[in-house]
């Protein structure tokens, strides 16, 4: 059996009256990088500062490497490596005084990769943050976070500032960091072109509550976009599938369903008529169906 790296139990967080978070129960497994997902507000930073001890709960509990978040001890602290969004280090602080503070907070901390990292995008350990760019900040605090040879990474929009290259070399990094040391990984993103290539399972949050956690295999398989013609109507479709959202648009009706145990293509297939379309859907017209486009 995998080993049990994240487990939350109904878990929840409010701020005064809202509810950030609500009945949140999932489980994520050792090696395993997961795509969080969700609009604004969503309550994708909470859940993982909830994961991390951060912010305690107000409801259920969240266990991160078998301990309660709420009571973490500073060796599985250390076994967990965090960079939220909007994080900024002093901007007086050299890249070696990073690296040396890394040090001291990272029992594994491997300073050398730390250094390869760093001089590979031409980061001189000399440089003071502040001579830097937005997006080379982000590298050097990357560069730290890789180094710390965590077991868990909790990474919210990891790539902001990058451009669409580096954001391709950042998740490559991810998924080659994953597999290489068996790492769990918890990326929150709005870019979700490029966490799809990388990503093993999806967990998208509306309105503080899970409105989907599955594998991204078992998604490619059973969820598929039909497209029908206004004039023959509303479709009525079989009870294997549910609609998950739809849109209407140049005489044509988009549906996107998913296929209750099975394919979806092959359960839409038997109820199509001429001139209907069946196609495959990616990650990001997914994330539309169930947001903006949402069945109601």
């Known amino acids: 059996m995998s080993e049990l790296v994240i487990q939350t139990e109904s878990l929840g967080r409010q701020f005064g009256s809202t509810h950030a978070l609500s009945d949140v129960s999932l489980s994520v497994t050792r090696g395993t990088v997961m795509a969080l997902l969700g609009p604004n507000g969503s309550g994708k930073t909470t859940l993982l500062k909830l994961i991390r001890g951060l912010i305690q709960p107000t409801s259920g509990r969240a266990m991160l490497l078998g301990q309660d978040g709420r009571s973490l001890t500073n060796e599985v602290t250390s076994r967990v490596a965090c960079l939220f ?59 730290l976070t890789f180094a710390s040879r965590a077991d868990v990474l909790l990474l919210d929009e990891p790539a902001d500032g990058l451009d669409p290259s580096a954001r391709r070399e950042l998740y490559d990094a991810i998924r080659d960091h994953a597999n290489e040391n068996n790492v769990t990984a918890v990326v929150s993103t709005h870019v979700i072109g490029d966490i799809e290539r990388v990503a ?80 495959p859907v990616n990650l990001e017209t997914l994330y539309l169906a169930l947001t903006e486009y949402r069945a109601r």
């Not at 899970?210 to 295999?217: K, P, Q, R, S, V």
């Not at 078992?218 to 109507?233: F, I």
């Open 85 to 143: 969004e909007g994080f900024v280090p002093p901007r007086t602080a050299t890249v070696k005084q990073l690296l040396d503070l890394q040090a001291g907070a990272s029992p594994k901390f491997d300073r050398a990769m730390a250094e390869r990292w760093c001089a590979k995008r031409e980061l001189p350990l000399n440089r003071r943050m502040w001579s830097f760019s937005k997006g080379q900040q982000r590298w050097v605090l990357l560069g």
């Open 200 to 279: 093993d399972e999806l967990l998208l949050l509306r309105k503080g509550r899970i409105d989907l956690h599955a594998g991204l295999e078992e998604l490619r398989e059973q969820v598929c976009e039909v497209e029908t013609s206004m004039a023959h109507g509303a479709r009525t479709w079989s009870s294997e599938l549910v609609v998950l959202g739809q849109r209407e648009a140049s005489g044509s009706r988009l549906t996107w369903l998913r296929a209750q145990g099975g394919e979806c293509e092959t359960f839409v297939r038997k109820q199509l008529t001429n001139g209907d379309l069946v196609r």
